[in-house]
T-cell receptor
Framework: SAVISQKPSRDICQRGTSLTIQCQVD?????MFWYRQQPGQSLTLIAT?????????ESGFVIDKFPISRPNLTFSTLTVSNMSPEDSSIYLC??????????FGSGTRLTVV | GENVEQHPSTLSVQEGDSAVIKCTYS??????FPWYKQELGKGPQLIID?????GEKKDQRIAVTLNKTAKHFSLHITETQPEDSAVYFC???????????FGSGTQLTVLP
């Protein structure tokens, strides 16, 4: 299976600031996604990171708040902009490919104070 | 869109017993059904997956069964061990290249 490195693993941020989360996959993958997981809850898809084009966002998530980049087939970033305490959550990068299925990074635990 | 329901929300078993977690899905176009184990403070770990052209798949103590007609699939863990204690999530998707819809999760506790 692919190995996904995600950083930072955790951060405490001031409200009104932005944080960029990086996701690196050890092999080229077809698809990359970003999910959010509230404590004790299931995973919710934020967006599909499209290589070389704008990300595809799910209902309730917008580009101005969660800009995403995917410059190549192994790397993506998610920025959480103008943060508020409601953005405190775990953010997870995932990658999928027919060779190894659908795997996740270890997540970024974000606390906004 | 797809809706995945997962039961039970909590499950306690004695070490050595079997554990079964069940999921149902709504979208007949779903063809890919992975299961994840998530330990505290970690990301979900893919433990097994099944595609719609297969009715059952087994990997050592873990097996998954799929009934496409009834739109449900199940995770079976045999000879449970304390290290199996974690939250388990089922998911469904039209393919492994599309976004997943997750169930609500099952907290499995294996009592020594």
């Amino acid at each position: 299976s692919a190995v996904i490195s995600q950083k930072p693993s955790r951060d405490i941020c001031q409200r009104g600031t932005s944080l960029t989360i990086q996701c690196q996959v050890d092999s080229q993958v077809t698809m990359m996604f970003w999910y959010r997981q509230q404590p004790g809850q299931s995973l919710t898809l934020i967006a599909t990171a499209n290589q070389g084009s704008e990300a595809t966002y799910e209902s309730g998530f917008v580009i101005d708040k969660f800009p995403i980049s995917r410059p190549n087939l192994t790397f993506s970033t998610l920025t959480v902009s103008n943060m508020s305490p409601e953005d405190s959550s775990i953010y997870l990068c995932s990658a999928s490919d027919d060779r190894f299925g659908y795997t996740f990074g270890s997540g970024t635990r974000l606390t906004v104070v | 869109g797809e809706n995945v329901e997962q039961h039970p929300s909590t499950l306690s078993v004695q070490e050595g017993d079997s554990a079964v977690i069940k999921c149902t899905y709504s979208d007949s176009a779903s063809n890919y059904f992975p299961w994840y184990k998530q330990e505290l403070g970690k990301g979900p770990q893919l433990i097994i997956d099944i595609r719609s052209n297969v009715g059952e798949k087994k990997d050592q103590r873990i097996a998954v069964t799929l009934n496409k007609t009834a739109k449900h699939f199940s995770l079976h863990i045999t000879e449970t061990q304390p290290e199996d204690s974690a939250v388990y999530f089922c998911a469904a998707s039209p393919s492994s290249a599309r976004q997943l819809t997750f169930g609500s999760g099952t907290q499995l506790t294996v009592l020594p």
